[in-house]
Structures are given as structure tokens and as C-alpha cells.
Nanobody, 121 residues
Framework: QVQLVESGGGLVQAGGSLRLSCAASGSIFSINAMGWYRQAPGKQRELVATITNGGDTNYAGSVNGRFTISRDNAKNTAYLQMNSLKPEDTAVYYC???????????????WGEGTLVTVSS
């Protein structure tokens, strides 16, 4: 069992920046990939970005070029740097941990409770 705790959400103006953090604890030896997902009101949860323990990354087209995912293995922590934020980025952001099953496929088994990001116009 892996426990994930997100932090760093808040209210920012359009064009601003925010960095989210995700601290992992528990059976962290079973993790080889971490990711960020988000769910906006009235929409399904969607992938934002993923990263493997080797540093390979994948991004949703809507955030590519604006967001950067990173991972500090020594601290068991993942980060999401969000720049040039838009109102449509407003959502609850969730951290997830699991395994990469193929180059573009992931099995996320553990989830955090989420942190709210609100971008005003």
C-alpha cells in the first residue's frame, strides 16, 4: 500500500504559475511510475503528465509545453510545475503511483485525495 499526499494547490491569475508536490510513503519499492491527473467540474478525470523512475515523461496535448513533471527519488516526491496557466486548467489535481506497462500505457494503483487549482481570468 502506498500513501500519496498532494500539496501546492491554490488560486492564481491567468498567465501565472504554480507548483504541485506529491509525497509518497509506504510500499514505495513497488512504484516505478508516478503521474498527475485532473478532474474539472462536469468532466471526466484526465491524464496530465506521467514520469517513470528512469525519468521518461509523457504529457497531455493540452498542457504540453506549459507543464513539467519531475521526480526526486531520494525524497520520494513528484512535482508538477505549471506555467502560463489558463482558466480551463481549473480542476482538482490528483497524484497517482503505479507502473508503466508499455511505452504509453500505465497502471496507476494508488491515488491521493487531490488538491484544488483555480485559475481566474
Amino acid at each position: 500500500q502506498v500513501q500519496l499526499v498532494e500539496s501546492g494547490g491554490g488560486l492564481v491569475q491567468a498567465g501565472g504559475s504554480l507548483r504541485l508536490s506529491c509525497a509518497a510513503s509506504g510500499s514505495i519499492f513497488s512504484i516505478n511510475a508516478m503521474g498527475w491527473y485532473r478532474q474539472a467540474p462536469g468532466k471526466q478525470r484526465e491524464l496530465v503528465a506521467t514520469i517513470t523512475n528512469g525519468g521518461d515523461t509523457n504529457y497531455a496535448g493540452s498542457v504540453n509545453g506549459r507543464f513539467t513533471i519531475s521526480r526526486d527519488n531520494a525524497k520520494n516526491t513528484a512535482y508538477l510545475q505549471m506555467n502560463s496557466l489558463k482558466p480551463e486548467d481549473t480542476a482538482v489535481y490528483y497524484c497517482a503511483a503505479g507502473s508503466r506497462t508499455s511505452k504509453y500505457s500505465y497502471e496507476m494503483r494508488d491515488w491521493g485525495e487531490g488538491t484544488l487549482v483555480t485559475v481566474s481570468s
